[in-house]
């Protein structure tokens, strides 16, 4: 009986040691790969403007985004009247829509996706290239592009009205 104790006390210390072992391995091997992100997919950009009045606003009127990758500028433009703000988006539709929401004193950009993305049938299309990478030491992000810019034009005098975020 005591000879069992020992033998599974042993087997004990042993399975936590290669336990250990295989975690420093895995840790070492994870800490070793690099960060690669692609863009892939088929893209269709369309462009979609929102034009708002900056007549109720009271002191200034923010245009928010929520898009921080993206190129955003704001811009002055003799044509555009005066009290108004006129918001171009160029996003892809294959994979996301925006959407306008106005009061007083802001306007909100927002983004969503049009739920024609399907992470498995990526993972499928595009596995031998996610293996190739971690063959290669990296860890490779395919994301497909949904926004290339938001701009926002403005009258020259209503340029210090507006501030886009």
């Not at 005066?82 to 802001?106: H, I, K, L, M």
């Not at 290239?129 to 592009?145: T, W």
Request: proline residues 2%; glycine residues 8%; charged residues 25%.
């Amino acid at each position: 009986m005591k000879q069992l104790r020992i033998l599974a006390g042993a087997m004990l210390c042993l399975g936590v040691l290669l336990g250990g072992v295989g975690t420093g391995i895995a840790f070492g091997e994870f800490s070793g790969l690099t960060y690669k992100r692609i863009t892939v997919g088929e893209a269709s950009f369309e462009t979609e403007n929102y034009t708002c009045s900056l007549e109720e606003a009271e002191d200034t009127f923010q245009v928010l985004t929520y898009a921080n990758e993206v190129r955003k500028r704001l811009e002055t433009d003799e044509d555009i009247p005066a009290d108004t703000v006129e918001v171009s988006v160029v996003y892809n539709s294959q994979v996301c829509q925006p959407g306008f929401w106005s009061d007083a004193n802001r306007l909100v950009v927002d983004v969503y996706g049009t739920g024609n993305s399907h992470q498995v049938e990526y993972l499928m299309k595009w596995k031998d290239q996610v293996l190739e990478g971690l063959r290669e030491g990296e860890l490779r992000d395919y994301q497909a592009e949904w926004l290339q810019s938001i701009t926002c034009r403005v009258n020259p005098a209503d340029v210090e009205k507006v501030i886009l975020r």
